[in-house]
Structures are given as structure tokens and as C-alpha cells.
């Protein structure tokens, strides 16, 4: 294997690349980062068993000359030197060069390293996915997507099914739902795929989480692929594949009141800080506990109190409220995240008394939802 | 043991049971293997892992050279993992891990094998960890614990296993074998009786401080014979410094089991069972004259007691002082 290659391009796919690999990893293969070279472009993959993120060069675009030389093969190296080699290089451009004994030689300028390298037949082999499975979406929505649910997936392993987001589409509508069994986090968008369709899909949060940082904020679109066991998200130059978490979902659908005896509108913001003030003397080992209390000519107060440090109250204007008189008590935690995950200036949050959960939508949609349940106090 | 038709050679019963499941598609979802060391508990792991996943076999044979084959030889296949013991013994935190690994769906496929080495290292809370995990096996999972004592594997453990019982190596064909690797007779029997493994045995050969523990151990004897207080003097001064590591102290004590066993074969005539001293020494005669059977058994049970004793942390001194008292009385 040889090839001759743009330095700057080859750190930014190694950047990208990096974030999948850990230092510490059941299988010693995956300390490095598989490079493969073909006719049209170099490949770099990296992984930790969970995450796999494949970052492609193209040997040439819009005329510009990225790679040359190229004589196919590939190789592992590992990831500790290599990326700090090719960062500290001095010239733009690397030649990189594999002997039969796996020998890697990387020149640039006068410096010459040699690596042992790996065989690449070790290397995990990542799942051909088929293109007629999958759709497209674009970048911004789906990080969008991610952010309004990821946050509430379960933090324990106890069930681990839970700390994943389960993707559904179903009849041309792309829902996300992420839930820890106090909190659910439910997102609908549109999707044009076309027949596709499919259900108990779940992502595992951690995986999201990373590749929200790896995408940017464009309006480029990403292309979703789903397998029996691997998700793979495909945008121009990169490829980030996440396993799936193994057993069922839980139905959540059902979970959900359809209706409602109290009905609160108010701005997003005031309801957001009056908590947020409140919370500040509710204690974190008793579930942040904030109490809302509705008043007569649309006031609400939100009140907390914890007998050996003191209690705050606070009456707060909401634009209107239909149904019954309500008290009832919750997570300022949970609220808190869920209010601000909604990204509207006016919400809508429907109560069916004391016990039981609420949701929260914005005022003029479903898309989006929001359901907690309440804490029980005396 | 590379092929299942060698294993037939080495383990017959177990490898025709295997075979016979693997034909039938009658696998189970936990395997125990049990055997002393040496006796290819890994070895049929691996052949097993290999059997699951090889792309090309012929029959029940994996082939060993597609990629599956080479990586699970090197430990490098993303969907078997090996758990062995992290110091002393198997931590709660690697069963945690291992669970969270099989929350996830496969890498590559859909089967998962885990292999568990040392069982009987496993910790009290992580056995009772992978209780409800052997139990309630994820779709496609096979799980294979290696011990060398089931025993101490939790009852609720071995109940949800297929146990599988590897006969012990034939000492004879060991010692052959070592004969063939240019180990004189002698000390090939002794050998042969301490380990069943090839590369321990060539190095304890060549181990200049094996030879010097022999001579300690036949010194210790002398004592004992001459029945005078020098004994207890010797311990101290000579046996405690020498033997510094738990192994080493292990090993000296099988040593003293050996010799001791011999005396008792030489007493009742069974002179081909003679491992610790040559067959025709003359030491023995008069080493004999000390001990009656009686005592002798007694004896190898006090050796034994003190074996159980430095595996349970007993202070090492107290164990070779009280041993000696025993031995004298």
C-alpha cells in the first residue's frame, strides 16, 4: 500500500476519527485506526465496539488534488503516535507507505517514521449497508432531533434498554423517543422514506450524544441506514455507525393522557426562571421537589421548602388556565429540561391531577412532548 | 487440540458429546468445562468460539484461515470476549462490564460467545451477578466457564451449565514426552507428577532453585529421620529464606508430599510408583526405618492441611512450624 497525501485533509479525517477510538478496549485491535487505500480515495475508520466512524478522502475534488500515487492496501496503526506524527509534520504533504513485514513508513519532507503496523484482516468488519434502506434528513433537524430527547434517557444500567432513544417511522412521520421511566421525551418529525418503515430501533444515548458533536449545524443532508444491528449515519465525507441496543422497548404510547383537567398556557421563559429560582432551595437527595399551585385570576405560585434551610414562594402571571384547581409537586430537575428542550416561547402544559404525569407542548403543535411525572408529597 | 479430531484423540467423551451437539444443532447455552491444567479447557474453548463462527467449515471442523478463524485465535473478534481473572480473582466490575457489552446488540452477527476463565476465581458478588445473566441468556448466546475445581463454583452456578468433565492427562504419556525433549528419566517422573504442562516443566528443569529445593526437601527429611530438635532449627534458618513467594511455598510443600508418598510406596512394595527419589536409593532404606504406614498417612494429611492452610493466608512460618512439630510427634 502507498499513497501521497494533503497533510491538512488527512488531520482533519484523523480528528474526526479519533473520537471513536479509547485507549482502553476489550480488543486490542481497536487501539488503532484502520487506514485502507483504493483507487477513488482513502478511508480511515476508527472504533470502540459501540461507535465506528469511517472519514473518507476523495482523491480528488473540484479539481483539486488530494491524494496521489495511490497503490491499494490497507493497514492498522495505532492511534496513540499516529495522529501527533502527522500533526507535527513538516510539510503539506505525507507519504505514507506500507512494506510486507507491515512495516509503515511516513514521510514528509526529511522526516521519516516507521510504525509497526497491524493486519488489517484483525480489524472488526463493518456492515455492507444496503442504500434502499434507508432516507434522508437534514443535518440541523436531526441534531435538533437529538438534543430534544436525548437528555432524558435513562443514566442506570439496571435497565439498559432504557439508556438508548428508540427511533420509529412509521407512515412518513420519524418519531424519537427517550425515556428513564419519571420523564418522557417524544419528538415527531415529517420524513419523506418513501415505504420504508420500522420500529423498536433503539440508539443507545451515548452514541447520540457523540455524534451530535461530530456533525456541524448544516442544512446538508445525512442520510440514515438501519441494519439488524448497527444504525449508520452517512453524511458526505463521513460515516458514523452506532450499535443498537438488544432486547423491546417499552410501549410508551399508551403512557401518555389523552385528556386533561387542568390546562396551564404561559411564556416559556418566566415559568423556566420562576423555577429555576425556586429550585435553588430544593434539595437535590429529595428529587429537587418545586410545588405549583394555580390561583385565581391567572396567577400561579411555585413554592419550595426544606424545613432546615428555609422556603422561597413566587406568584407568577400565565396567560390562561382552563379546568379544576390543582396542586401538585414535581422535579424542578426534570421540568426544568424538559421546558427548555421544547424551544418555544409559549408552552402549553396539561395536568390530570395531583398523581398524575403532565405533559408539556409548545402552544400551537404536537411535534413535540414532554411528559413527567409528579412526586408525591405530604 | 487444534481440530476437533485431535481433541477426539486427547478427550474422547468430551469431544463426541461437542461433536454430536454441534451436528445436531443441540448446543447449549453455558458450557463448564472442568479439568485439571493442561487438560485443553482453553484449547476446546477457542475450538468451540471457532465452530460458531467460521464462514468455511467442512463438517464440524473450523478451517483456521478465514478471517473469523484467525481472529478469534488472536483475541481480536469484536463478538467473543474472554474474561479472565483481573489479580486474584474475577471482579463484579468485569461482569458489569460484560453485561453492559451484551445490552448492545452483536458487532458483526447476532451470536455472542463469552468464555470465563478460572471460574472458580469469581468473586462472591460477581457470581451471583451472572446468576440471572446465565439464566436468561440474550438471543444466541453461548457462554463457557473454564474452572480446574467445580467445587468451589457456586451450586446456583454449575446448576445452569452443561457440566463437562476433561479426564486428566496420562502422566506416562507426559513423561514420554518429556523423555523425547531430552529431560533425563528422573527428573522427568518428578516433573510429570508436579505439572501437566510442557513449557512449566522445561522451565522448572532448567531452574537452578528447583534443584536446590529437591536437596532442602531430602535434608528436611534427614531431620525428621535423626529425630533430633535440628529440625525446627533447620526451618528457620534454611527453609523460610529460601522459599520466599506463596508459589514457591506451595510448590516445596508438593515436593515434601511426593517425597513423603514415595516412603509410603517403597513401605508397601510399589516401588514403579516412585516419583521424588530413584528408585534404587538407598536413602530410602533407611528413611524407612523412621516412619511406620501409620504415621505416614498422617503425615500426608498434615501436608495437605498445611497446602489448604497457605491458600487460606495462613502466615507461612506458622504453617511450616506447626508442620514440623506434627511430622515430628
Known amino acids: 500500500m502507498r499513497f501521497t497525501i494533503q497533510r491538512d485533509k488527512l488531520i482533519t479525517s484523523v480528528q474526526d476519527v479519533m473520537k471513536a477510538i479509547s485507549s482502553r478496549t476489550a480488543i486490542p485491535i481497536l487501539t488503532g485506526m484502520k487506514i485502507e487505500a483504493k483507487q477513488h480515495g482513502i478511508t480511515l475508520t476508527g472504533s470502540d465496539s459501540d461507535i465506528s466512524i469511517e472519514s473518507f478522502i476523495p482523491t480528488e475534488k473540484n479539481g483539486e488534488i488530494y491524494v496521489e500515487n495511490i497503490e491499494e492496501g490497507s493497514i492498522v496503526i495505532h492511534a496513540r503516535y499516529f495522529p501527533d506524527i502527522i500533526r507535527k509534520l513538516p510539510e503539506n504533504t505525507v507519504q505514507i507507505e506500507v512494506d510486507e513485514q507491515l512495516q509503515v513508513t511516513i514521510r514528509s519532507g526529511k522526516a521519516e517514521f516507521s510504525l509497526n503496523g497491524q493486519d488489517a484482516d484483525e480489524y472488526p468488519l463493518l456492515p455492507q449497508v444496503e442504500t434502499d434502506n434507508s432516507f434522508q434528513m437534514p443535518t440541523d433537524l436531526l441534531k435538533y432531533m437529538i438534543k430534544q430527547t436525548v437528555f432524558a434517557v435513562s443514566s442506570m444500567e439496571t435497565r439498559p434498554i432504557l439508556t438508548g432513544v428508540k427511533f420509529t417511522l412509521e407512515k412518513g412521520k420519524l418519531n424519537f423517543t427517550a425515556t428513564d421511566s419519571h420523564r418522557l421525551a417524544s419528538r415527531d418529525v415529517p420524513i419523506d422514506a418513501g415505504e420504508l418503515e420500522f420500529s423498536n430501533v433503539v440508539v443507545p444515548g451515548k452514541s447520540l450524544n457523540e455524534l451530535n458533536k461530530i456533525l456541524d449545524d448544516t442544512e446538508e443532508m445525512v442520510e440514515i441506514s438501519v441494519t439488524e444491528n448497527q444504525i449508520l449515519f452517512k453524511t458526505e465525507h463521513l460515516n458514523f455507525l452506532s450499535r443498537l441496543l438488544d432486547g423491546n422497548y417499552p410501549e410508551t404510547s399508551r403512557l401518555i393522557p389523552t385528556q386533561s ?118 | 487440540m487444534k481440530t476437533w479430531s485431535e481433541a477426539t484423540e486427547v478427550q474422547p467423551l468430551v469431544s463426541k458429546i461437542m461433536i454430536n451437539s454441534i451436528q445436531k444443532g443441540r448446543l447449549s447455552h453455558a458450557y463448564l468445562f472442568q479439568g485439571e491444567r493442561g487438560t485443553g479447557k482453553s484449547s476446546l474453548a477457542l475450538l468451540l468460539a471457532k465452530t460458531l463462527f467460521c464462514e468455511h467449515k467442512t463438517g464440524v471442523e473450523p478451517c483456521h484461515e478465514c478471517v473469523m478463524c484467525k481472529r478469534i485465535e488472536s483475541g481480536n473478534h469484536p463478538d467473543v470476549h474472554w474474561i479472565e481473572p483481573d489479580g486474584q480473582s474475577i471482579k463484579i466490575a468485569q461482569i458489569e462490564e460484560l453485561q453492559k457489552e451484551f445490552a448492545y446488540t452483536g458487532l458483526e452477527s447476532n451470536q455472542k460467545v463469552y468464555i470465563i476463565k478460572d471460574a472458580d476465581t469469581l468473586t462472591v458478588n460477581a457470581a451471583n451477578r451472572i446468576l440471572k445473566f446465565l439464566e436468561e441468556p440474550s438471543r444466541e448466546t453461548t457462554a463457557m466457564m473454564l474452572t480446574e475445581n467445580s467445587q468451589s463454583i457456586l451450586p446456583t452456578i454449575r446448576s445452569r451449565c452443561q457440566m463437562l468433565d476433561l479426564r486428566p492427562l496420562n502422566p506416562v504419556h507426559f513423561q514420554q514426552q518429556l523423555i523425547e525433549e531430552d529431560i533425563p528419566k528422573s527428573n522427568a517422573r518428578l516433573l510429570s507428577a508436579l505439572t501437566n504442562n510442557l513449557h512449566d516443566a522445561h522451565e522448572l528443569h532448567q531452574d537452578e532453585s528447583f534443584v536446590q529445593a529437591r536437596r532442602l526437601v531430602i535434608q528436611l527429611i534427614e531431620m525428621f529421620t535423626r529425630d533430633s530438635d535440628d529440625a525446627y532449627l533447620f526451618i528457620h534458618q534454611k527453609w523460610i529464606p529460601f522459599f520466599k513467594d506463596r508459589l514457591e511455598q506451595e510448590q516445596a510443600l508438593d515436593l515434601l508430599l511426593l517425597a513423603f508418598r514415595d516412603l509410603l510406596y517403597f513401605h508397601i512394595d510399589k516401588k514403579d510408583s516412585i516419583v521424588f527419589f530413584e528408585q534404587n536409593d538407598e536413602r530410602l532404606d533407611q528413611f524407612i526405618l523412621s516412619f511406620t504406614e501409620e504415621s505416614m498417612i498422617y503425615i500426608l494429611q498434615y501436608i495437605l492441611e498445611a497446602k489448604r492452610k497457605l491458600k487460606q493466608h495462613v502466615q507461612p512460618t506458622l504453617v511450616m512450624e506447626q508442620l514440623t512439630l506434627q511430622i515430628q510427634r
Open chain 1, 261 to 378: 383537567k387542568t390546562t396551564i398556557f404561559t411564556k416559556t421563559k418566566e415559568l423556566i426562571q420562576a423555577i429555576d429560582r425556586a429550585a435553588l432551595l430544593a434539595k437535590e437527595d429529595r428529587n429537587n421537589v418545586v410545588r405549583l399551585t394555580t390561583l385565581d385570576n391567572n396567577m400561579i405560585e411555585i413554592m419550595s421548602n426544606s424545613p432546615e434551610i428555609g422556603h422561597v414562594t413566587e406568584e407568577v402571571p400565565i396567560q390562561s388556565m382552563e379546568g379544576e384547581e390543582l396542586k401538585i409537586s414535581f422535579s424542578s430537575k426534570y421540568v426544568l429540561e424538559g421546558l427548555r428542550a421544547i424551544h418555544a416561547d409559549e408552552v402549553k402544559i396539561e395536568f390530570t391531577g395531583a398523581m398524575r404525569p403532565f405533559i408539556i407542548k409548545p402552544i400551537n403543535g404536537d411535534e413535540i412532548l414532554q411528559l413527567i411525572l409528579p412526586v408525591r408529597t405530604y
